[in-house]
């Protein structure tokens, strides 16, 4: 056996399974991430030395894949820091770049960049390290979500698959979105995601600086100044040891 430390957090309902580095093959992720069989999670997040931030942070997707950011990992990220440091880190560096941190008025904001949209007939694409397709719509509760989210998976326009948000715009700073995840499927909630919508709505309404974007899991808040920022709260669920027994279920 080759037990492994861990922290589960979750933001917005979306978990992780926090982790210093470790040998992690495809079928070793599958398993842990596993609802029944394992610890149960989204996804892992790996805590690594960076030379140019506080931490390097890891994704991996439940199906083993690997993410180039994670809005709602970067909460988790720095809540897990905070419980071992007593202070939140000041820069995460991941896949898609270094991402900054601020606190104020005792709120987490963490900076995302601006992205790159192309507006297609059907929906929006957001760029933000990860693609994300973004489709608005008038009634979010009349979607197959599952549906519109596995066609996606399987365009030919996204050989590795895409993230996908369905909107509806309930208010121009309120909007309800549905998260369809590439290597997950349906999650409570994606903070990468929400900034993708907050970039397809502007389009719609260039006015527009601040929103709060609701999902299953809860609400962010996002703003733009210099950049992109992201608002949400991370919590730690439990800490654990995982015994890798090497079996196959």
Request: charged fraction near 20%; include cysteine.
């Amino acid at each position: 056996m080759n037990p492994m430390t861990f922290m589960k957090i979750q933001s917005l309902g979306n978990d992780f399974i926090c982790m210093f580095p470790q040998t992690l093959s495809s079928s070793k992720i599958l398993q842990m991430c596993h609802r029944h069989l394992g610890i149960g999670a989204d996804g892992i997040l790996v805590l690594e030395k960076s030379q140019h931030a506080d931490v390097y942070m890891r994704v991996y997707n439940q199906d083993g894949s690997e993410a180039m950011i994670c809005g709602n990992g970067l909460f988790c990220v720095s809540e897990y820091w905070h419980a071992l440091y007593g202070k939140y880190p000041n820069m995460i560096e991941t896949k898609a770049g270094i991402q900054v941190l601020k606190e104020e008025d005792q709120k987490l904001w963490i900076g995302m960049n601006q992205g790159q949209c192309t507006v297609y007939p059907e929906y929006t694409e957001v760029m933000l390290g990860n693609r994300h397709v973004v489709f608005f719509v008038e009634d979010i509760d009349l979607v197959d979500v599952v549906f519109l989210g596995q066609q996606m998976q399987q365009c030919n326009h996204y050989p590795d698959g895409v993230n996908v948000e369905i909107c509806e715009i309930v208010h121009p700073d309120e909007i309800r979105v549905k998260v369809y995840e590439r290597g997950v499927g349906i999650t409570q909630s994606c903070g990468s995601g929400a900034c993708a919508v907050f970039k397809a709505c502007q389009i719609k309404d260039p006015s527009l600086k601040q929103a709060h974007i609701h999902m299953d899991g809860g609400v962010f808040l996002v703003r733009e100044e210099d950049q992109i920022y992201l608002h949400s709260k991370a919590h730690i669920v439990y800490g654990g040891i995982w015994y890798d027994t090497a079996r196959n279920h």
